[in-house]
């Protein structure tokens, strides 16, 4: 990262602990703040920023206390002085961002980077920074160890970059970012702390993203380049609160284009992604929703991506295309899918089983179909290479039909054998996780629409999901943490996850107490949620949320581990005090 760069990421942390220092001449309130979608030129690859300096900085300190962690006040202020000589004419109320002009050819990015500023009064802000003036009227001064030129900046800002034409090239720029934005982003940007904006549509469109998506593309990273081309613009986000942390992204596709095409085939529900899922205790839960659009370019963006990876490798992808096509069908098939990964109940063998129900769209039994014939691709497949050791793994791999029944379903096998050789350890562990020697993947039809699949938990899994999957409804969505949870999910939505980071870390602990540190975690349930949301035809959004509660449970437990007391043995029992919540075992 250029040293720019990261002195401008410095600056911006450390300036927004400043609470009351600054206020332009002594004794005058301080100015309206000057929002920065009014002063950010429309046309430039992207921006950093933090909108609102004074109320992130509250913010931030209200999401510090529940966690009892010092803000250390002091310090941050007086390095963000000693390193740009702050000393007078900094705004606190203003917004503060970092701006990627276009780059030019034979130039480092750091070349068009400019910072802004906020400031009450220019010239103050310069003398503190001991600037010498230029024969064309910018500021000459040293910073991040370099020289740098600064120059006033739509009245309330200071623009400072290394190089001096970026300045030039930043107020020859006509318009501002507020005519790019819909009511959506603007939402976005006047309620959160922090905002990184990309003009998706000129960075892909620039000749120097394509030679690096083609050299990408040659070292045989599969990239979906025409997917990111349809891109208009991209906006990420996160915020500060007392209930937890918030990182979101919002995104649009150019008019016309295929992605906007697959993003209006997929106009989001109001009902839980989650259909079909018994309610058991969930580690982690998911469901999204497709079509058939959305499912092609799916397919065909795999399919691309296998090709470019085999291509890398050295093989013959044409050799290939038959499990590379019966891959890519069951993308097609696929209309929605809802997962999940449970704990079982001490009385049941092994300790985690997962869940899947796809939706086919009445293509249930082809589905199955053809994910036999995939298998008996691959295997063949891999008996063509020279490649002794993938010959043997294959050989482990196996698709029996009709191995069981169960409800009235035949039950397949696809069977993933532990080699005669494999470590002692490692069988005993799929042993205590699955509940079986070998990993068994149970697929069954549950109806002309669905197919499920379950991993460990024996039969007895499979009977319960397909009895939850033929029913239609949604019995996981009510259990107590993902019901509470779930509101902040909302409308039109597209996809849904929630983990529950306490259990998981519970059956951990249980399956290698030493590993650890006997670690004893609360049962909080309060999971991690991360969404996808239709906004329209041409727009979605996305977030990712980290529970207060979760993080100060997780805090105190890792801290609770390191303190052991002396001599103390992981298998040990944990004192009262420190017993699990064993919650209601039914969520």
């Known amino acids: 990262m250029p040293r720019f760069v990261a002195t401008s990421l410095v600056l911006l942390i450390c300036s927004t602990f400043v609470v009351t220092h600054a206020r332009g001449q002594e004794g005058e309130a301080a100015p309206p703040r000057v929002d920065l979608l009014d002063v950010l030129p429309a046309d430039t690859w992207g921006t950093l920023a933090v909108p609102d300096l004074r109320r992130f900085d509250q913010r931030l300190n209200a999401f510090m206390q529940p966690l009892q962690v010092p803000m250390m006040m002091g310090p941050p202020v007086t390095m963000a002085k000693m390193l740009l000589g702050l000393q007078a004419g900094f705004d606190d109320n203003g917004g503060f961002a970092v701006v990627m002009l276009p780059p030019v050819q034979g130039q480092g990015i750091s070349q068009s980077l400019v910072i802004l500023l906020p400031t009450t009064n220019y010239q103050a802000m310069m003398k503190g920074m001991s600037a010498e003036a230029t024969n064309d009227g910018a500021s000459k001064i040293f910073f991040a160890e370099r020289t740098s030129f600064a120059i006033p900046y739509r009245e309330r800002f200071a623009a400072v970059a290394q190089n001096r034409n970026a300045l030039n090239r930043l107020t020859g720029m006509k318009g501002v970012l507020r005519t790019r934005f819909n009511d959506e982003q603007t939402r976005r940007w006047r309620d959160n702390d922090m905002t990184i904006w990309v003009n998706a549509k000129e960075v892909m469109a620039n000749p120097m993203t394509t030679r690096l998506l083609q050299a990408a593309k040659q070292m045989g990273m599969a990239t979906s380049e025409q997917e990111l081309k349809d891109l208009g613009q991209l906006q990420f986000h996160a915020t500060f609160d007392p209930k937890g942390l918030t990182l979101g992204g919002y995104a649009d596709a150019q008019s016309g284009t295929q992605l906007a095409k697959v993003m209006a085939s997929v106009p989001g529900t109001n009902e839980s992604l989650l259909k079909g899922l018994p309610n058991e205790k969930y580690i982690a839960a998911m469901g999204f929703q497709s079509s058939r659009t959305y499912a092609e370019m799916s397919a065909k963006s795999l399919e691309n991506s296998i090709r470019t990876f085999m291509e890398g490798q050295g093989l013959e992808a044409?050799?290939?295309?038959?499990?590379?096509?019966?891959?890519?069908?069951?993308?097609?098939?696929?209309?929605?899918?809802?997962?999940?990964v449970v704990a079982l109940p001490d009385d049941r063998s092994g300790t985690l089983a997962a869940n899947i129900v796809i939706r086919t769209n009445g293509n249930a039994g082809a589905f199955i179909t053809t994910l036999a014939d995939m298998v008996g691709q691959v295997k063949t497949g891999v008996e063509?290479?020279?490649?002794?050791?993938?010959?043997?793994?294959?050989?482990?791999?196996?698709?029996?039909?009709?191995?069981?029944?169960?409800g009235g379903s035949a039950v397949d096998h696809l069977t993933f054998t532990l080699p005669d050789d494999a470590d002692q350890h490692v069988k005993e562990m799929v042993k205590k996780i699955f509940g079986e020697a070998n990993v068994i993947v149970r697929v069954s039809r549950a109806s002309d629409d669905n197919v499920v699949m379950t991993i460990g938990g024996g039969v007895d899994q499979t009977a319960a999901l397909l009895a939850s999957a033929r029913s239609d409804g949604a019995p996981l969505a009510k259990a107590k943490g993902i019901a509470t949870a779930s509101t902040r999910v909302g409308n039109r939505r597209t996809m849904e996850m929630y983990v529950a980071v306490d259990r998981l870390l519970q059956v951990m602990t249980k399956l290698d107490p030493a590993q650890m540190n006997g670690m004893v975690m609360p049962t909080v349930d309060a999971p991690l949620v991360l969404h996808g949301n239709s906004i329209d035809e041409r727009s979605a959004s996305g977030a990712f949320f980290v529970p207060m509660d979760l993080i100060v449970a997780m805090k105190n437990a890792f801290m609770n581990a390191m303190v052991q007391p002396m001599g103390a043995q992981p298998n040990d029992p944990p004192p009262a005090d420190r017993m699990p919540d064993q919650g209601d075992a039914s969520m």
């Open 318 to 340: 044409d050799k290939w295309m038959p499990a590379t096509t019966s891959l890519t069908n069951l993308a097609k098939f696929t209309t929605s899918l809802s997962a999940d």
């Open 384 to 406: 063509g290479i020279d490649d002794d050791e993938a010959k043997e793994i294959a050989s482990l791999v196996s698709y029996t039909k009709n191995a069981e029944k169960q």
